[in-house]
């Protein structure tokens, strides 16, 4: 069983910058891809970004290539979301996840093993 608790979430101008933190615990964790999605109100959950156990390799969605990077401390099992050049299309509830697959199986979120319960951004225009 994989625990994920995220933070950072809140609010921030068009063109600004946050960084969201997923706190990872439980057996195995290290061996785990962990990524982020994010659904908005009335929309689907999108995929945003993955990382690879190792944490040296990774693949993002279409949206967010560029301007979002993720980056992983396998000390002490916490993946990052660096978001910069914020947009207000980039409001959402945004997930952390893990799953022992990497790699494109990431752009469906169903079937993912674990997620956590959200944390909210808000980007005003």
């Known amino acids: 069983q994989v625990q994920l608790v995220e933070s950072g979430g809140g609010f921030v101008q068009a063109g600004g910058s946050l960084r969201l933190s997923c706190a990872a615990s439980?057996?195995?964790?290290?061996?785990?891809?962990m990524g982020w999605f994010r659904q908005a109100p009335g929309k689907e959950r999108e995929f945003v970004t993955v990382?690879?156990?190792?944490?040296?390799?990774?693949y993002d969605g279409d949206s967010v290539k560029g301007r979002f990077t993720i980056s992983r401390d396998k000390a002490t099992n916490t993946v990052y979301l660096q978001m910069n050049s914020l947009k207000a299309e980039d409001t959402a509830v945004y997930y952390c996840?893990?799953?022992?697959?990497?790699?494109?199986?990431?752009?469906?979120?169903?079937?993912?093993?674990?997620w956590g319960k959200g944390t909210p951004v808000t980007v005003s225009s």
């Open positions: 996840a893990a799953d022992r697959v990497y790699g494109r199986r990431w752009r469906d979120p169903v079937g993912i093993e674990y």
């Open positions: 990382i690879d156990w190792n944490g040296r390799s990774t």
């Open positions: 439980g057996r195995s964790v290290g061996n785990y891809a």
